[in-house]
């Protein structure tokens, strides 16, 4: 397994030449930070095929395919978690001064089925990482799964835990007691501009502000996203 982790690590070496140039372009005192798919969110999208058009959002046959044929998964996710290691530490010898663990497709899964999918094959990549000598600061994403973020910011030894859009603010409070928080503008609110992402930043900021929280997203910037509403946004963040 070992053999197969580190030959993907080498299939996007590009991925580690851009973070040494990027890393060396940056001001010293900025952070890169370097991410990769987690193990749940990768088998979706290997196991879902042609039916990701049906039941989008839910991952319904990969979902099937856990209960049905839960050993088959889980040797799959275990394959995942040591390339996963392999791929992640690639990126910490490029430069990356953080990592982040993308669970996009965490949302929707039981407690029981949580456990197994998303909290277990993380806990198992950060000792991997761990093992393998990257020491530097890991932030956990259980996207959608508000309900579980406190068990999860308890069970896993990341730093950070980043929080979605739909996370209410009480729940983010809970968890920033627990760990330090990443999260959770809305994309398309910061799409939209005007004075409802002023509002939005002032109840994020009300509510998260006082604790320990990185500023950001609920997922990703959307392309055509207007420079003009970030800059909004620094400004407002600036001024409280």
Same mark, same amino acid.
């Given at each position: 397994m070992r053999d197969l982790a580190e030959g993907a690590g080498a299939a996007l070496s590009e991925v580690g030449e851009t973070l040494s140039r990027v890393r060396d372009a940056?001001?010293?005192?900025? #952070?890169? @930070?370097?991410?990769? +798919?987690?193990p749940w969110t990768v088998a979706t999208y290997m196991l879902d095929g042609e039916?990701?058009?049906?039941?989008?959002?839910?991952? &319904?046959? #990969?979902?099937?395919?856990?209960? #049905?044929?839960?050993?088959?998964?889980?040797?799959?996710?275990?394959?995942?978690?040591? $390339? $996963?290691?392999?791929?992640?530490?690639?990126?910490?010898?490029?430069?990356?001064?953080?990592?982040? @663990?993308?669970? $996009?497709?965490?949302?929707?899964l039981p407690d029981d089925l949580f456990d197994r999918l998303v909290?277990?094959?993380?806990?198992?990549?950060? #000792?991997?990482?761990?093992?393998?000598?990257?020491t530097v600061p890991l @932030?956990?994403?259980?996207?959608? $799964?508000?309900?579980? &973020?406190? +068990?999860?910011?308890?069970?896993?030894?990341?730093?950070?835990? &980043?929080?979605?859009?739909a996370c209410p603010l009480a729940v983010g409070r809970r968890v920033q007691t627990i760990k330090p928080i990443q999260g959770a503008l809305d994309p398309l609110l910061l799409r939209a501009g005007g004075a409802a992402l002023d509002r939005r930043v002032d109840q994020l900021m009300e509510a998260w502000g006082q604790g320990p929280w990185v500023f950001n997203l609920g997922h990703g910037i959307l392309p055509d996203v207007p420079i003009a509403h970030v800059e909004q946004v620094l400004r407002r963040i600036g001024a409280q």
């Open positions: 940056l001001e010293p005192e900025r #952070a890169l @930070i370097g991410f990769a +798919g987690a039916a990701r058009t049906i039941g989008k959002g839910e991952r &319904a046959q #990969a979902r099937t395919y856990a209960y #049905a044929e839960p050993e088959k998964v889980d040797a799959l996710l275990d394959v995942l978690v040591e $390339s $996963s290691a392999w791929y992640l530490k690639m990126q910490a010898d490029a430069g990356a001064q953080a990592l982040k @663990i993308f669970e $996009s497709w965490a949302e929707g909290l277990k094959p993380h806990q198992k990549l950060v #000792a991997r990482l761990r093992e393998l000598g990257v @932030i956990g994403f259980p996207r959608g $799964s508000a309900a579980l &973020a406190e +068990g999860y910011a308890r069970d896993v030894d990341v730093q950070a835990v &980043a929080l979605d859009t």
